[in-house]
Structures are given as C-alpha cells and as structure tokens.
C-alpha cells in the first residue's frame, strides 16, 4: 500500500514537472515572439522617420521666408497664326510646344504643385501651373496632356464668363477641381482694379470668391490681378476677404512670404522656346 502511494506521488510530480516545462516553453517562445514584435515596430518607426528625414532633405534651402520655385503663367494652349492677330498669338503656346514642356518636366523628375501646396510643403524639383482667365482650350488641350503625366495647375476664373463661349463651363471647371487641380479667382469681369472705387472692387473680389467656393464647393486661397493692375488697396481688400495669396504678371523666381500677395511669375508667350521654359529651373 505504502509503494503504491509512492509510485502515485512519484507520477504527479512528473506531471507536475512536465506542465512546468511545457508551461515554460510556451512563455519563451510568446516572449521571443513579443520581442520580434517589438523589434519590427522599433525597425519599422525607424525606417519611418528615415522616410520622413530623407523628405526633409529633398526641400528646397530657403531662409525661412524665401522659396524658388518657378510659377509658369499660361492663358491659351492652341495653335495660331504667328502672322495674325498679335495679342491672341502672345497669349497662345502651341500644343506641341506645351506638349514638350511638360515630358521636359516628367523626364526631369519634377513635380507639380498647387499655391497652396507650395506654401504649406514646398518640395524641391517642383513648379507651379497657373493657367489666366479660364479658356476652354486650357480644358481640351492642356488638361489631357498634364492628366497624362500626373500634373495638375491652378486655374483663375473670370467668374462671369463662365460658360460663355471660348471659356470653360462650370461643369469643367469641377471636372479639373476633382482632377486636384487649384481654384482661383480674376474677379468677376476682368476691370482694371486699379481705377475702381473702393466698393466696385471689394465687389469683384470678393463676390467672385464666393461665387467660385459656392459652386465648386472649394475653398479659393488666391487672386489673380486682371491685366497684372493693383495698388495697395487692393491688398488690402484682398486680405479681409480672406484671401492668402495673389499672383502678379511681373517676371520672377524669387518669392516670399513677405510679398505673398505679389507673387512673381514666368510668362509664357507664344513662341516660347524649351530653352525660355527651362531657364528659370
């Protein structure tokens, strides 16, 4: 009776000795696992934060304020008789012409942005597409060559001649928007600010804004100067109607956050060769 106690105890204290070890393994091998687990997520936070230093590398070196990032101002994408009407040839590139420019930047590896964009992230290798008064070639012609490549522009809207003829309509001007392309207003009918009283161009500014985010359910950050004409009041309508921004027709790479309401551009004329296009870059 005593040996069979014995042999009893002695079985329990095996499978006593057993669940140990097995319970034991069963802690080693969840606690490597947790380990591995934490060792990716450390790996995986450090290869995040490399992406986002190496990011940091590819900004431009400015002086907190200074960006030099080209602005490209278009008006038509069309063909035309360089020996007829002057001012429409002025205004027009070719098709071909922009077709090269932009497989120039594609090749290159630059990137576009929006104004905004370029305030808030702006990235090296990177210009911006602005395109004045919003003509219908800009939707016909230029918009499928930039989709093509990945591009997108900014677009500024005489807001009464939408959906005349020779401009855009309502319904392509959210087809660009949905497309990430930038909303921008050129006032309501293109006047001279300049020689407008106080309320006529409060009018033009900020009616056409709300015009534009009303319809297209968007938010517009910049103006356009009809004809590049301004003085400082019209800044400073533009600041109380909530505008950030605005562009100018003066020639210019180097903008800031001091002048951001007089923003340089690089003209395109009809004519422009790739060398007038690349030179700024």
């Known amino acids: 009776m005593k040996v069979n106690k014995v042999k009893l105890f002695l079985v329990f204290a095996l499978v006593v000795l057993l669940i140990i070890i097995f319970s034991s ?44 990032i080209p602005i490209y101002m278009y008006h038509h994408i069309q063909d035309t008789d360089p020996d007829g009407d002057q001012l429409l040839y002025g205004l027009s ?30 990235l090296a290798k990177s210009v911006v597409l602005t395109f004045d008064d919003g003509y219908i070639d800009i939707y016909q012609k230029a918009y499928p060559i930039m989709q093509k490549v990945g591009y997108r522009g900014v677009i ?31 006032t309501l009918s293109h006047p001279s600010l300049e020689t407008l009283d106080f309320d006529s161009a409060t009018n033009q500014i900020a009616s056409s804004k709300k015009i534009i985010e009303k319809t297209l359910q968007t938010k ?6 009809p004809a590049g004409k301004y003085n400082q009041e019209t800044i400073k309508i533009l600041k ?20 951001i309401f007089e923003l340089e551009r690089i003209r395109i004329n009809g004519g422009a060769s790739l060398n007038d296009f690349t030179a700024p870059i």
């Open 156 to 186: 500024f809207v005489i807001t009464d001649l939408v959906s005349t003829p020779g401009y855009m309509s309502w319904e392509e001007l959210k087809e660009l928007k949905n497309a990430g392309w930038e909303m921008g207003s050129h």
């Open 220 to 225: 517009v950050n910049f103006f356009c100067y």
């Open 240 to 259: 109380s109607a909530d505008y950030i921004g605005a562009v100018t027709t003066q020639y210019g790479l180097e903008n800031s956050r001091n002048n």
């Open 93 to 122: 590139l070719s098709i071909s012409s922009f077709q090269e420019q932009m497989n120039y930047l594609k090749n290159n590896n630059y990137k576009t942005l929006t104004l905004t964009e370029m305030l808030d992230h702006p």
């Open 25 to 68: 393994l069963l802690f080693y091998q969840k606690y490597n696992a947790d380990q591995k687990q934490n060792n990716d997520k450390q790996n995986s936070s450090t290869e995040l934060k490399d992406e986002i230093e190496k990011e940091k590398k590819q900004l431009p070196k400015i002086n907190n304020t200074t960006f030099n």
